[in-house]
Structure formats: C-alpha cells, structure tokens
C-alpha cells in the first residue's frame, strides 16, 4: 500500500498537479510509509528467528541507508540531463515496476501474519 501512494507523490510536480493536489500527495505517501514501516517492522519481528534479527535488521538498514545518498547524487545530474520532470516520471514507472517484480514474487504475495507463540505466563495460564 505505501509503494502505491509514494507513485503519485513524484508525479504531482512531474504533471503540473496543483499545489493542494500536490500536497495531498505528499500527506498519503507520509500515510502510506508510516503503515508500511509498521507492517515491515511487525513482520521482520515475528518472522526472522530472534538469533539472527539484528543481524537481519542490520543488513536492511544499512542496505536502505546507503542507497539514498547515491540516489541523491545521481538525481541532479540525471535532471540537467534530460529535465526533472523526466527523472521524477521515469521514479513513478521504477516504482509501478518494483511494485509489480515483488507482487511477482509468490513468498512476498503469500506473507501472512505468523503464528503467535505464548509467552512464558501464557503457558502458566494455558497449563493451570
């Protein structure tokens, strides 16, 4: 859901959009990532073994961190090149594309919530 409302946030600027609509945009795709750092956070906790999650949660930290400042690095020559609103509408069809490989991917398609595992007092209580 968050991939879906960060598409129209580059294409706002990119078509003209008005800047309420352009606005707008902008408070989905903050809706939308807040959701999906809760739903990410949620799965990577109760589906990577507890042995392995900071490693898990490190590597993916490191792996989003360290793209962002090549993005950055890359977008500005890229918008003298061929002109921002090109660059900002190739950035929503990247996004349609990334969405559409990983909606692709039936272990992604497929996640659903774990199992819940009861705690040391949800034994007790279950056992007595």
Do not use: N
């Not at 600027?13 to 903050?30: E, I, K, Y």
């Amino acid at each position: 859901m968050r991939h879906v409302l960060l598409l129209a946030q580059p294409l706002a600027p990119a078509l003209g959009w008005s800047f309420a609509l352009t606005a707008a945009t902008g408070v989905l795709a903050g809706c939308g990532f807040a959701f999906w750092g809760v739903m990410w956070a949620t799965s990577v906790q109760s589906h990577i073994p507890l042995a392995v999650l900071s490693r898990v949660s490190a590597y993916d930290v490191a792996g989003s961190i360290m793209v962002i400042p090549v993005g950055r690095a890359l977008a500005g020559p890229a918008a003298e090149s061929v002109g921002a609103d090109r660059v900002l509408l190739f950035s929503s069809v990247m996004g349609v594309v990334c969405l559409a490989v990983m909606l692709a991917v039936p272990a992604v398609r497929a996640l659903r919530r774990a199992p819940e595992k009861p705690s040391g007092a949800d034994r007790a209580v279950a056992d007595g």
